[in-house]
């Protein structure tokens, strides 16, 4: 075969090259810098017959340069690419790109023709050297070729440095909107609850008694009372007092969350787990890494979901919905309910195993109208609380409002106190409480069980205010000014419950 007849064949396999090379892009989407690369020198060693194609990618000065190296003659160049990138770091120096120049050849006898061309508009980026032992190379066409499969390269390049920037930047704003929503619901919770738990009662103390007895460990507790009574207050003050109390305390109202919905709530899912699912999403239990999480109405929980319950508690892990990856648990767990669930447990609708592994340690709160020395404390908690809080000048209540609290039997218990609270404190014109007695009508199992405990607690409440008076009972700074009373109508109930001045 004679020179022209060579020449034609490789300006035709030229051509059919460069229609390859425009169709890469097509078979490249998603692929990785590395595979990029690899495909064009492979490419340009087999059509251009070349005994050298080397190309490197600076990434950064963090990341080792990525160096690649083929031949169509030396069958072992590719495992030595780093050896060829220091052979030909001179000529890269001393040449300029496009242009081509001879070199002796480090690899056989002979000398090399040699071009490259920088990978985008700074040479930092990267390079790609063509190198053959034949004379006149490159031509205008493998020139051509050679120009072709570098801009393709560098096209494809930055397509993937493009998707690797987006794909970080949605991962980077994913956790944002993560920690932005972990924070906002801690910061919610934090403002929902009520303050300190309010009460000297003996039943309230017994209560307390067993907090700090199994604060310190990490036991399961199951707090048990009517609604109302503060069991969220509770189990806060167990997370208080124990040793994970510098990380989140979590809570899930599981009566107020939808059937279908609570086992997203607790695990969490990934995009596309179900309807609705748009992204992922962290569950209660990986908010509460480390913490406590609170599980209020916990007998709502369905049945077929406390199974899954069961595994976290004993054995510390679970899979999001739409996940087949385990997430490790390292939390505390506090139950709530103001069902039987003993009972639940013979009517087969709570599961027996998963019941005696929340009762490790059991609290009963009792209701308010188990904690009548109570009521006149916490009122008047409330009162400061919510007079505060809605801008009220209110500082006292009168005798007969606070022995209207004490008789009621407060069915809502404390939640129901703060309410009815709020709203006197709202409809209050002065200084000093307006409640409306009338709407607190004791039922008489009610009045039996408060009669006798009503003048005590008047009595106390006298004397806690002469206390803060200093014995004072006249004037603008006296008990009966801050009791919203008459001097004389003061003297004569201390008289008569028997409270002398010392």
Request: proline fraction near 5%.
């Amino acid at each position: 075969m004679n020179e022209t007849a060579v020449e034609i064949r490789r300006l035709r396999d030229c051509l059919s090259g460069l229609m390859s090379l425009l169709a890469l892009p097509s078979l490249w989407d998603s692929r990785d810098p590395t595979e990029v690369l690899r495909t064009v020198l492979e490419m340009l060693a087999r059509m251009l017959d070349l005994d050298l194609a080397y190309a490197r990618l600076d990434e950064g000065a963090l990341v080792p340069a990525l160096e690649l190296a083929r031949s169509e003659h030396l069958p072992d160049i590719a495992r030595r690419a780093d050896e060829v990138g220091a052979v030909i770091e001179p000529w890269l120096l001393a040449q300029h790109p496009g242009v081509p120049y001879a070199v002796p050849n480090p690899f056989q006898q002979g000398e090399l023709r040699v071009t490259h061309l920088w990978l985008g508009v700074r040479k930092e980026v990267g390079v790609v050297l063509a190198a053959s032992r034949r004379p006149g190379f490159p031509s205008s066409t493998e020139t051509l070729l050679l120009r072709v499969a570098v801009n393709q390269a560098l096209v494809e390049l930055q397509r993937a440095q493009l998707a690797a920037v987006r794909q970080r930047a949605e991962t980077a704003e994913q956790l944002n909107d993560e920690i932005t929503a972990h924070n906002a619901y801690l910061r919610q919770e934090t403002e929902q609850h009520w303050g300190e738990i309010v009460g000297r009662s003996k039943v309230l103390r017994e209560a307390l008694t067993l907090v700090e007895r199994v604060a310190p460990t990490n036991a399961c507790v199951l707090v048990q009372g009517e609604t109302g009574t503060g069991k969220e207050l509770i189990a806060r003050a167990i997370h208080r007092l124990s040793h994970r109390r510098q990380h989140p305390f979590v809570r899930l109202n599981c009566a107020a969350i939808p059937t279908g919905l609570i086992e997203a709530e607790l695990f969490g899912h990934e995009k596309g787990a179900f309807t609705g699912a748009i992204g992922k999403r962290i569950g209660r239990f990986e908010l509460a890494d480390k913490g406590t999480i609170f599980l209020d109405e916990v007998g709502e929980i369905p049945l077929e979901l406390q199974a899954k319950l069961l595994r976290v508690l004993q054995e510390h892990e679970f899979e999001r919905l739409g996940s087949t990856h385990t997430q490790k648990s390292d939390v505390r767990l506090i139950a709530a309910s103001n069902r039987d669930l003993a009972q639940m447990v013979a009517d087969r609708t709570f599961r027996d195993d998963l019941y005696y592994r929340l009762k490790v340690f059991p609290i009963e709160i009792p209701p308010l109208r188990r904690r009548v020395d109570d009521i006149p404390m916490l009122a008047q908690h409330f009162l400061q609380a919510h007079a505060l809080a809605n801008n009220r000048p209110i500082t006292t209540m009168a005798p007969e409002g606070l022995a209207a609290l004490v008789r009621y039997s407060w069915p809502g218990n404390v939640r129901e106190l703060s309410n009815f609270i709020e709203r006197c404190v709202i409809l209050t014109q002065g200084a000093t409480l307006e409640v409306p007695v009338g709407e607190l009508k004791p039922r008489p199992s009610d009045q039996d069980a408060t009669g006798e405990s009503l003048e005590h607690m008047e009595r106390l409440h006298i004397l806690r205010v002469l206390d803060e008076c200093n014995g004072v009972i006249s004037g603008p700074a006296g008990a009966a000014a801050k009791l919203g009373m008459k001097r004389t109508s003061l003297q004569y109930r201390m008289q008569k419950l028997g409270i002398g001045r010392s």
